[in-house]
């Protein structure tokens, strides 16, 4: 156990809106920005530069926090962690054949604590829930992101509120359920939880966890660049395939590459940055065709990704503006697609992933096909989870259906 004392040589240094640009103090409790809009974590860049360099990575921790200096917490025992991140990479061989592609990986986020990259997100939000006192925290969620901060929640003796889908993986519920969140089943989608969320809030003094509306976790999941650009001797792919519900990822990813330059530790190329969505809820996929910076609410949002099923996020104009500045583009894939392409990913390469994970390979054959990517063009799929998370989809593709949360519980409201 570590002494409360010891430093994590955090950088941070303050807080930027996303929008305005106004800058807030660190060290102090925050959601939005004054004008509304999500918080982005600056550090002192100049100072790091001087005192951690890339070799030093060498004996650092096999998890997302050995890149500590770059995260927001600030004592080493504030530190909230599972051992998440530090994923495999796998080469793609056999599949890579298959989509005529010569440099073809996968970042196998399957494998993190509670079996999505969620872990990361809510690893660093949680973490920073200790260091500013914060109690009772609430969340809503397509599903995966209920589990981890469950799970976190747990591990800090923090009290987890959690409200997802009605028909949300089962896995999903049981899990949260597990940890010991009080976990409510609301009838709609992760829109309709965000309300409920924001309904209780005041009255139960909870801390809003919701994606976006609190500055920690992107920092988390800006891990997953961070390592990739490690994994690959900190040169980086041509094209990212990202699997956007909330953007998170793709958004926090953007910012580690703006961050590792600015370090000295990345050149100026980046990859192709490249929105995967369902077609049965393609906000972003809309915003991108039509030029636009939002995108609009989507109406009667469906997939079987349920990870992908968020109709609006909040943050939407930063992964559009990722997505354009990095000169990629966005994709939507039907469910067919994509669990056939899990499928694949199963028989070619031995790897049991999320509906999400498949959506990226289905997209990027339609990438291949259309002549956007080359045969040569070095790409990164993100598989966000695991398949055993998804029991429902898995056994939906092989025609036949299990119960969800909702069916199983239906008393729970
Ligand atoms: C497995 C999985 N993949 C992708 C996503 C989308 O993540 P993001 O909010 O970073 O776009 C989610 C979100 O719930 C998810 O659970």
């Known amino acids: 156990m570590q002494s409360k004392d010891i430093s994590t040589a955090s950088a941070v240094s303050h ?116 260091e500013l006192g914060i109690r009772k925290v609430a969340i809503p969620t397509a599903g995966n992101a209920g589990g981890a901060l469950a799970a976190y929640a747990a591990v800090a003796g923090i009290d987890a509120y959690v409200f997802m889908p009605r028909d949300v993986p089962l896995a999903n519920f049981l899990e949260a359920k597990s940890f010991g969140a009080n976990v409510t089943l609301i009838d709609g989608l992760i829109t309709d939880c965000g309300k409920r969320v924001a309904d209780g809030k005041a009255s139960e003094n909870w801390f809003d966890i919701s994606t976006l509306k609190e500055p920690y976790r992107i920092e988390g999941k800006k891990t997953m660049g961070l390592e990739a650009a490690e994994q690959f001797g900190w040169t980086l ?25 600015q370090l000295g530790w990345i050149g100026a190329k980046r990859p192709k940055m490249i929105s995967v969505q369902a077609e049965g809820c393609q906000p972003i996929v809309r915003a991108f065709q039509q030029n636009a910076e939002f995108s609009e609410f989507w109406q009667g949002a469906a997939t079987i990704a349920s990870g992908l099923r968020v ?21 939507a894939v039907s ?7 899990c499928e694949e990913l199963a028989t070619r390469e031995g790897l049991f992933v999320a509906p999400e994970g498949g959506a990226c390979i289905a997209a990027l054959k339609k990438l291949r096909q259309s002549g956007f990517l080359s045969m040569s063009d070095r790409i990164l799929i993100y598989n966000t989870g ?28």
């Open 335 to 341: 469910d067919i697609e994509m669990m056939d392409a």
């Open 15 to 130: 807080l930027e809106c996303s929008r305005t640009g106004e800058r807030f103090e660190a060290g102090q409790i925050h959601d939005l920005s004054a004008a509304g809009w999500p918080l982005l974590v600056r550090y002192d860049i100049k100072r790091l530069r001087q005192n951690w360099d890339r070799d030093s990575l060498q004996n650092a921790p096999r998890s997302m926090w050995r890149y500590a200096p770059l995260l927001p917490v600030r004592l080493t025992n504030d530190i909230v962690s599972l051992q998440e991140g530090f994923t495999p990479l796998h080469r793609l061989e056999r599949l890579a054949e298959r989509v005529e592609c010569d440099d073809l990986w996968l970042k196998d986020e399957g494998v993190n604590p509670t079996g999505t990259f969620k872990a990361r997100g809510l690893s660093c939000a949680i973490s920073m829930c200790r």
């Open 386 to 413: 695991s398949g055993y998370k998804y029991m429902e989809a898995w056994a939906l593709h092989y025609g036949s259906s299990l119960p969800t949360a909702g069916d199983v519980f239906p008393e729970l409201r």
């Open 311 to 331: 109709p609006k996020a909040l943050g939407d104009f930063l992964t559009l503006r990722a997505v354009r500045e990095s000169s990629g583009t966005a994709v």
């Open 237 to 261: 792919p041509d094209a990212i395939f990202y699997p956007t519900g909330g953007g998170v990822g793709m958004i926090g990813m953007w910012k580690a590459f703006a961050e590792l330059e």
